[in-house]
């Protein structure tokens, strides 16, 4: 199994920068995809940005359009951690953000951390 495990939430202001971590550990040799993903109250859970953890994967890094630009994700493979790089922040950035990881035997994410608030307010 997988356990995942974000921080680096927290409230900043309009046009701020944060920096979200997602630490993995167990099998962490088994994971071929990770992502970020966040979610408001009422609303579903929405993509905010994807890639390939197998260095010799031609997958392409994927972000949500809205975020193209101001965000970056990263991993460091020897630190089994992802990251999440936000910079110009909105108010519409507020959410709950969660990572998430899919083995590669599988075709959908089954492991999820307990995600990190972010709060874009004034």
């Known amino acids: 199994q997988v356990q995942l495990v974000e921080s680096g939430g927290g409230l900043v202001q309009p046009g701020g920068s944060l920096r979200l971590s997602c630490e993995a550990s167990?099998?962490?040799?088994?994971?071929?995809?990770m992502g970020w993903f966040r979610q408001t109250p009422g609303k579903e859970r929405e993509f905010v940005a994807s890639?390939?953890?197998?260095?010799?994967?031609?997958?392409?890094?994927r972000y949500r359009s809205s975020v193209k630009g101001r965000f970056t994700i990263s991993r460091d493979n020897a630190k089994n951690t992802l990251y999440l790089q936000m910079k110009s922040l909105e108010p519409e950035d507020t959410a709950l953000y969660s990572c998430a990881a899919r083995d590669r035997s599988s075709v959908n994410y089954g492991y999820w951390g307990q995600g990190t608030q972010v709060t874009v307010a004034s």
């Open positions: 167990g099998r962490t040799e088994i994971i071929a995809q």
């Open positions: 890639l390939s953890t197998i260095t010799t994967s031609t997958t392409p890094i």
